[in-house]
């Protein structure tokens, strides 16, 4: 796996050149549909045009493949944003976080690929 091609994406994103970090990404393979990185930078594009709920499954379903506290973050934003300020804040807080995404999911079918 390339991950030079993840860096650019994500440098496209840090300079605000969506359309083309959206094309990019776009023609990433299915070796790269497991990866957290690259699921973070897809929800990130989401999250930039505004999609909140499939940006919201796509973090869900980094976290399967691997915790990382800029997915978590990310999904505090969303859901501040939302207006689900009690879930923002439980995610924000690494003590609380777990529970209320195994929570989360449990309520939303099709996202946990594990048994929890």
């Known amino acids: 796996m390339n991950r030079d091609k993840l860096k650019n994406i994500e440098k496209l994103i840090g300079n605000k050149k969506i359309d083309l970090a959206q094309i990019e990404i776009s023609k990433l393979g299915p070796e790269f549909f497991k990866d957290s990185e690259y699921l973070y930078l897809r929800s990130k594009i989401f999250f930039i045009n505004k999609l909140y709920y499939i940006a919201l499954d796509t973090l869900l379903i980094a976290l399967e493949f691997e915790e990382n506290e ?3 973050n990310l999904i ?3 859901y501040g944003i939302l207006g689900n300020k009690e879930l923002s804040k439980k995610v924000a807080n690494p003590e609380l976080r777990l529970n209320a995404i195994v929570s989360l999911k449990s309520e939303l079918t099709g996202i946990s690929q594990k048994e929890n």
Do not use: C, F, G, N
Request: charged share 35%.
């Open 70 to 72: 800029k997915v978590y």
């Open 76 to 78: 505090s934003k969303i």
